[in-house]
């Protein structure tokens, strides 16, 4: 079992109640939690050093450190808005 860590503004965006309806919120969480047990699911798809996944209409971004069994999310955002990509690239540098 891998430590989930969240980054600042990802556990800001999810402590904003105004941000996700509740079924998507639950989505997120429970593919969230999922990584904990298992942080390369089928569907997972290597970008840079890190990682993403698919969690409904949302995109996961996150890194696995397999020495310190942790993973962080790092960006969570909505697939079919370009946000995600842009802030993707920005994290990339």
């Known amino acids: 079992m891998y430590s989930l ?8 965006e999810l402590g904003d109640t105004q941000r996700y309806p509740a079924k ?3 989505q997120l969480a429970l593919k969230i ?3 904990g047990q298992n942080p ?3 569907d997972v798809q290597k970008i840079g050093a890190d990682y993403r996944v698919d969690s ?6 996150y890194a696995i450190d397999d020495a310190r069994r942790a993973v962080t999310i790092l960006i969570v955002g909505k697939r079919g808005d370009d946000e ?3 802030r993707i690239k ?3 540098g």
């Open 24 to 26: 998507v919120f639950r």
């Open 56 to 61: 409904g209409e949302y995109r996961i971004y």
């Open 40 to 42: 390369k699911p089928q």
């Open 33 to 35: 939690f999922a990584l």
């Open 84 to 86: 995600i990509y842009r």
């Open 5 to 12: 860590e969240l980054a600042p503004q990802v556990l800001k």
């Open 90 to 92: 920005r994290w990339l």
